[in-house]
């Protein structure tokens, strides 16, 4: 059974930084494209970045490129999130979600979720 | 970047009804459209990809059609479990975007 769960979130302050993880079982994590999608409160989804199997190639929405790092470690099977300068504007859940298709990937399975509260 | 909107934002249905959920994309996509299941407070579900195709455990009254710009999410006999928001999401190109939502409410 595919899981990834995210772990990392809490509350910062504006300008701070956190790392978010998230880690997969129950599939071969080396070989998938992973995501970084966010969920702001009572709002809809917003996707953020994908990394592809290798990390070669990475992917940012506007909103966090320059601030936001996605890395993995196959090894490990595990995703993160390196999100610095946050904003009260990155409060929000913080989904991991695995990759599905070919170049551009659309997202198969996801994990449950991980809350960013920025505040001073 | 590709917008993509969804009509209606909110619909009432009752148990049984058949519900369509459009989303429109502001260039032409192929058939790069999936569709997700949200309920409250829980992570989102995939349902449907490649515009048409189930994932696997999706019930079959769900099906999505269309190509191009316009798609549409159907689910034929609406059951309890399926009041829920909806969103539609392009993967043509990065970055991937998402339809605003459609909530699927008890009438």
């Known amino acids: 059974e595919v899981e990834l769960v995210e772990s990392g979130g809490g509350l910062v302050k504006p300008g701070g930084s956190l790392r978010l993880s998230c880690e997969a079982s129950?599939?071969?994590?080396?070989?998938?494209?992973m995501n970084w999608v966010r969920q702001a409160p009572g709002k809809g989804l917003e996707w953020l970045s994908f990394i592809n199997s290798n990390s070669y190639d990475t992917k940012y929405a506007e909103s966090v490129k320059g601030r936001f790092t996605i890395s993995r470690d196959n090894a490990k099977n595990s995703l993160y999130l390196q999100m610095n300068s946050l904003r009260v504007e990155d409060t929000a859940v913080y989904y991991c979600a695995r990759g599905l298709g070919g170049v551009v990937m659309t997202i198969d399975y996801w994990g449950q979720g991980v809350l960013v509260t920025v505040s001073s | 970047d590709i917008q993509v909107t969804q009509s209606p934002s909110s619909l009432s249905a009752s148990v049984g009804d058949r519900v369509t959920i459009t989303c429109r994309a502001s260039?032409?996509?192929?058939?790069?459209l999936a569709w997700f299941q949200q309920k409250p407070g829980r992570a989102p579900r995939s349902l449907i990809y490649a515009a048409s195709n189930l994932h696997s455990g999706v019930p079959s009254r769900f099906s999505g059609t269309g190509s191009g710009t316009e798609f549409t999410l159907t689910i034929s006999s609406l059951q309890p479990e399926d009041f829920a928001t909806y969103y539609c999401?392009?993967?043509?190109?990065?970055?991937?975007?998402f339809g605003g939502g459609t909530k699927v409410e008890i009438q």
């Open positions: 999401q392009q993967y043509k190109t990065y970055p991937l975007t």
């Open positions: 129950g599939f071969t994590f080396s070989i998938h494209g």
């Open positions: 260039q032409a996509i192929s058939h790069y």
